[in-house]
């Protein structure tokens, strides 16, 4: 497993060469997923994280030496996630307009989130934060990337500072917890802001 400390690489489990010891870490790692969005990082446990993937708390420090450790490679895999869905969305969206685009990326955004809790309940993990820095600054390249392929394209200065914008509004609705209808009233809210910014701009 990369060590915790390290700025250039994504954390990851220490990988298993065998598909039960694959299932493992992927039913511990599910089992932190659903400890972490109930009770947060700082209270969830290495013990409660064990039981609740029905494994020996042995099992959890051979594959995840700390809890922080778990964390992480939650994060990393969830980040993954999003880059495969922010690759798919340029491939859609290239040609169309910035207002266009900004509302297909909320959307996708949105449900992204709505589908990976835990991407949000972890995005400030506490620790060492280099390689969370590499993550979000490969995103917002991401995310310029779409606006520059717009028709007409975006300055670049302009789609990078879309690129900071977008995600910091998208924390918005996530303190929410537990009111849906009101999340989701808040997400349409800036989604149409950000549009009708984008579209005066064009006009």
């Not at 947060?40 to 051979?62: C, P, V």
């Not at 992204?112 to 620790?127: I, N, Q």
């Not at 670049?156 to 995600?167: H, K, W």
């Not at 989604?191 to 701009?201: D, I, K, T, V, Y």
């Amino acid at each position: 497993m990369a060590s915790e400390k390290s700025s250039a690489t994504v954390p990851q489990p220490r990988a298993p060469q065998q598909k039960r010891g694959r299932d493992r870490v992927a039913a511990l790692m599910a089992a932190a997923s659903e400890l972490f969005v109930e009770k947060g990082f700082d209270a969830t446990t290495m013990t409660e994280i064990a039981a609740k993937a029905g494994a020996a708390i042995g099992t959890l420090y051979l594959f995840f030496p700390t809890k922080q450790a778990v964390a992480q490679a939650i994060l990393a895999q969830n980040a993954e996630a999003l880059s495969a869905e922010l690759d798919d969305l340029r491939d859609r969206t290239q040609g169309m307009s910035a207002a266009v685009i900004a509302d297909q990326l909320f959307a996708r955004l949105g449900t992204f989130m709505a589908g990976h809790p835990a991407y949000s309940a972890l995005l400030d993990l506490p620790g060492d934060d280099g390689w969370r820095r590499a993550m979000r600054g490969h995103r917002r390249s991401q995310i310029a990337t779409l606006f520059a392929a717009a028709d007409p394209p975006l300055p670049a200065g302009q789609a990078e500072r879309l690129a900071v914008i977008v995600p910091q509004l998208m924390r918005i609705p996530l303190t929410l917890i537990g009111e849906k209808r009101l999340r989701d009233g808040v997400l349409e809210d800036l989604r149409l802001m950000l549009s009708r910014h984008l579209e005066a701009g064009e006009g």
